[in-house]
Nanobody, 126 residues
Framework: QVQLVESGGGLVQAGGSLRLSCTAS????????VGWFRQTPGKEREFVAA???????????DYADSVKGRFAISRDNAKNTLYLQMNSLKPEDTAAYYC????????????????WGQGTQVTVSE
């Protein structure tokens, strides 16, 4: 089993930055697909970004169009931790952000991920 714990959410003004962290325990997730999703009340959980291991030291990152150029996903395997650097934040980025991990799934559908954190709230004010 993998346990995921997010941190780093908060309240920020539009144009500001936040960095979310997601620390895993239970297993090493260096070869897992790990990603970030977000959800607002009454809406489906949506894909934000993911990073996939392709062998050796090579990883590939994917982003939702809505965050490309503003958000950056990264991982520190030594710390078993995933990050999401969020810059140029907009009010529409306001959501609960969840990290997710899976040993095999490589898509962007939330149902494909086996492990989830509890979420951290990000609120962007005007």
């Amino acid at each position: 089993q993998v346990q995921l714990v997010e941190s780093g959410g908060g309240l920020v003004q539009a144009g500001g930055s936040l960095r979310l962290s997601c620390t895993a325990s239970g297993r090493t997730i260096s070869t897992y697909v790990v990603g970030w999703f977000r959800q607002t009340p009454g809406k489906e959980r949506e894909f934000v970004a993911a990073v996939r291991w392709s062998g050796g030291d090579t990883y590939y990152a994917d982003y939702a169009d809505s965050v490309k150029g503003r958000f950056a996903i990264s991982r520190d395997n030594a710390k078993n931790t995933l990050y999401l650097q969020m810059n140029s934040l907009k009010p529409e980025d306001t959501a609960a952000y969840y990290c997710a991990a899976d040993p095999h799934y490589s898509g962007s559908t939330p149902h494909g991920y086996s492990y989830w954190g509890q979420g951290t709230q990000v609120t962007v004010s005007e």
